[in-house]
């Protein structure tokens, strides 16, 4: 028990160190990384994949974005709260970010887990959404020069 926690706070630690003040999340759907967020200002870039129409940024300001998932198809409990993407007939997993975290707000699954994630700025706390494919993690050791990769769309 002693080992776990003296581990935990190693990481921490080391997490701190390598802390450049930044902090991105990488969202990644069937191994490919589709969006990058700086969740400190919601600018984004949106990669040049086979799923970059999938991927909708218009709500980036208000700190909403919309992915693919692969188990997400049936939108009617969305579309009861969330008027933009029934009038843009959204189909995918809708991602928010806040208060520099990032959470799923909305997605299909046989028991939703994802969404009930709660928000995370953390690298050792990955979103994970394994029946629809979908990872969301974060990283604070990524320096703002880095976060413009080479292969992107937006």
Sequence with gaps: MLFALLSGLAFKIIEKINDTGNTYAKIVYQ????????????????????????????RAQEGIYYVPGKTTTEMTELYVTDEYAETNQIV??????????ISVAYQESPKDLCQFQKPTSSPLV??????????INVYTDI????????SILE
């Design 143 to 150: 320096e703002s020069d880095q976060f413009i990769p080479d």
């Design 31 to 58: 191994n490919e990384v589709i969006l990058m967020i700086n969740l400190k200002n919601n600018e984004y870039h949106v990669y040049d994949t086979i799923y970059k129409e999938q991927v909708h940024v218009a």
């Design 92 to 101: 995918g997993i809708k991602v928010v970010v806040a208060d520099e975290k």
């Design 126 to 135: 990955p979103i994970v959404c394994l029946p629809n494919e979908l990872v």
